[in-house]
């Protein structure tokens, strides 16, 4: 592999013609919100999840998650078919790497919404990705937008959630290139989209 290339692949694909995005950030932050503007005005390719954890109420098989067994994401660990993957709340979450690398190399903008240890995990691999952690405007509004997700969850769950949104949150300015307040909806989404052009306009 070329050192000074990271990006070009063994098989000779050149994942440099696209822009990795890792979007970090809370439960109940707004990621969702942000991705679906991302997608529809940049046409951005989603990159779906696999995970172990229950699929909750209103998610979608293939559009959310892949929501597999604990023997199936083994079995994809095994293969190296995961980009990087991380353990939450006792389940298995990770990114599949074909999807993504495909669509790097078809020059796509590829969006990677992942937890703080998957986020590592990347930028080793893939530096020259764009990194944005979301953050809410203040703590309490993240109760109450993990409330209004309405995804059934029980107040344990919700707990936990909130728990490490707290220890995420110190990790923002540690790790992440750019942090993003979502107070405003609209404004949070254009200032995504004003960090992923700027990067897109740098290189070009
Ligand atoms: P995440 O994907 O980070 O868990 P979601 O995008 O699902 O978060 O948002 C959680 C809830 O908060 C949703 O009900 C969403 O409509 C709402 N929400 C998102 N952004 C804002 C905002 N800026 N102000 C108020 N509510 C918001
Ligand atoms: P949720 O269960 O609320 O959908 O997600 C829980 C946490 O797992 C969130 O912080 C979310 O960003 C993260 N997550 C979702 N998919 C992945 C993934 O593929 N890899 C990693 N590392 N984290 C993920």
């Known amino acids: 592999m070329n050192s000074r290339r990271p ?13 990795l995005v890792i979007l970090s950030g809370p439960s109940g932050v707004g ?11 940049l046409g951005a390719f989603f990159s779906v999840s696999m995970t172990t954890r229950p699929r909750g109420a209103g998610e979608e098989e293939g559009r959310d998650y892949r929501f597999v067994s604990r023997e199936e994401f083994e079995e994809g660990l095994r293969n190296d078919a ?6 939450v709340f006792g389940h298995y979450y990770g ?7 495909e669509a790097l190399a078809a020059g796509r903008i590829v969006l990677l919404e992942i937890d703080v240890q998957g986020a590592r995990q990347v930028q080793k691999q893939y530096p020259q990705a764009v990194s944005i952690f979301i953050l809410p405007p ?7 937008r993990i409330d ?3 995804r059934g ?37 254009r200032e995504v989209i004003d960090i992923i052009q700027g990067k897109i306009g740098d290189r070009i």
């Open 31 to 41: 990621k969702s919100s942000i991705s679906r503007e991302l997608i529809r005005r």
């Open 138 to 144: 203040r703590p309490k509004d993240l109760a109450d």
């Open 7 to 19: 990006e070009i692949r063994r098989d000779g694909k050149d994942l440099s013609k696209g822009t």
């Open 148 to 150: 209004q997700r309405q």
């Open 82 to 87: 995961l980009i990087e993957h991380a353990e």
């Open 153 to 189: 969850e029980d107040e344990s769950q919700r707990k936990k959630r909130l728990e490490k949104a707290s220890d995420e949150m110190a990790a923002a300015f540690q790790y992440y290139e750019y942090q993003v307040v979502n107070d405003d909806l609209e404004q949070a989404i």
């Open 95 to 101: 990114t599949p790497r074909g999807p993504v690398e």
